[in-house]
């Protein structure tokens, strides 16, 4: 059989990479945004160890079922859990693999666009673009880049710690609008009313917004 991993260096380059764009556009500051970033940080380093380090998940599934879902376990291709366990094989594992970076291009994509305006609103309240969808675009854009992970590469470790990701930044958002509502009083709680928080209404952009932009204590240092 083959053994399609131990790519440390490209593990390291992985995680470097991915880790310096959320540092450019999350811009954690206080402790409890760095702590949110922990916990993302420990989940692209858990995603990156098994995609080309070691596949532990494909090690403990093995011993629990047998080889039988995975015909050729220790190759690239059968890390994709979705289409192994299924059974669909390896042109399934490449498609499923390819959509998850499909996923992965929005997500970056709000993330960044949020963080211009933030930043570009130098402090003020941000309600327009991806602001006049969501109240928190770069943790939604943060979230579906995990929902591309988990499509591209789902592992037990990333499984289980996708929720708590997902807590956490909520939480963080919640914290944020608490502190935005009494920087900016009516005007914010007249957007929190208007606008969800982080799934977009199919209405959403249709109502008319006003002010520059919203990120809570985002436009000085951070991007929710």
Known sequence: MSYDYGWWP????HVALALAFMIAYLRPARPREWRSFGVTTAFVVAL???????????????ALL??????????????????????LGEGWAGLFML???VIFVPAVLIVAS?????????????????????????????????????VQWPTLITLLMAPVLVFTYYRLARREERELERKFGEEYAAYRTRTPMLLPRRS????KVSGRADAST????HGG
């Not at 490209?10 to 380059?13: D, H, P, Q, S, W």
């Not at 047998?66 to 015909?71: D, E, K, L, S």
């Not at 963080?115 to 943790?139: E, F, I, K």
């Open 10 to 13: 490209l593990v390291a380059l």
């Open 48 to 62: 990156f160890t098994e995609m080309y380090g070691f596949p532990l998940t494909i090690y403990l599934l093995t």
């Open 66 to 87: 047998g080889q039988a879902p995975f015909p050729d376990p220790f190759s690239h291709s059968s890390g994709n859990l979705i289409a192994s366990l299924l059974g």
């Open 99 to 101: 959509l998850g970076g």
């Open 114 to 150: 949020s963080w211009r305006r933030v930043h570009a609103a130098d402090g003020g309240l941000v309600t327009d673009g991806p602001y006049s969808m969501v109240r928190h675009p770069q943790y939604a854009g943060l979230m579906l880049g995990v929902v591309g992970a988990l």
């Open 204 to 207: 959403a952009g249709t109502s």
């Open 218 to 221: 985002e436009g000085e240092h």
